[in-house]
């Protein structure tokens, strides 16, 4: 089975901070997703990564970035944190390989709330 | 992202009730997914559909992307309590995917 791991359940920063949030996957899958969950908006992506060093925006990229040194390892950076950063933020990957098409696998989703 | 409309918003069931949610999207998608999510953890997918007309069962679960693919429903027959939980719908283009805002459903007390 997949595993999707994130390195925190639940984290609570302060305003102006920069936060770290790490996923790591153990498939060896190309791509791999972060997502924001609110409620009544369903996910909405942040950004991507197809490929290690690779990364593109998603549709809410603003106030976020992203780094993809490994393969398995996908981190989400808030570079200043603010309150409308507090939200449940999902890591996924996958395998777009033709014929082999593996759909996103999650992680259990990191609670974040800035204070 | 694409904008998918998933319907009901939150249903209440009753335990050996069948239930049903749908997706429309005024785009087109390659692949249909239903996930479900329980309190305090990640979605977990529950079927994958990948032709337009598919229907596909998995259990009490039975989803079927629509022909014109632009739409996807999910049934679940004769709930059970821990059918409780939110339910996304998910459209794959180009290897992203967009979802419904999602579907809580709840126990009727």
């Known amino acids: 089975d997949v595993k999707v791991t994130q390195s925190s359940r639940y984290l609570v920063k302060r305003t102006g901070e920069k936060v770290f949030l790490e996923c790591v996957q153990d498939?060896?899958?190309?791509?791999m997703f972060w997502y924001r969950q609110d409620p009544g908006l369903g996910l909405r992506l942040i950004y991507f990564?197809?490929?290690?060093?690779?990364?593109e925006k998603g549709d809410i990229p603003e106030g976020y970035s992203v780094s993809r040194e490994k393969k398995e390892r996908f981190s989400l950076i808030l570079e200043s944190a603010s309150t409308n950063q507090t939200s449940m933020y999902l890591c996924?990957?996958?395998?777009?390989?033709?014929?082999?098409?593996?759909?996103?696998?999650f992680g259990d989703g990191t609670r974040l709330s800035i204070l | 992202g694409q904008q998918l409309n998933q319907s009901p918003q939150s249903m209440f069931i009753q335990e050996g009730e069948d239930v049903s949610m749908n997706c429309t999207s005024s785009s087109i998608f390659n692949t249909w997914l239903w996930y479900k999510q329980d309190p305090g953890e990640g979605p977990v997918l529950l079927i994958a559909?990948?032709?337009?007309?598919e229907l596909t069962s998995n259990g009490r679960l039975t989803a079927q992307f629509g022909i014109t693919r632009k739409d996807s429903f999910l049934n679940i027959s004769a709930s059970i309590p821990s059918d409780v939980g939110i339910y996304f719908c998910?459209?794959?283009?180009?290897?992203?995917?967009?979802f419904g805002a999602g579907t809580t459903v709840t126990v009727r007390a």
């Open positions: 559909l990948y032709k337009a007309g």
């Open positions: 498939m060896d899958h190309e791509n």
């Open positions: 996924a990957s996958d395998s777009p390989i033709l014929g082999d098409f593996q759909p996103q696998h």
């Open positions: 990564s197809y490929d290690v060093k690779m990364k």
């Open positions: 998910a459209g794959l283009y180009d290897y992203k995917l967009s």
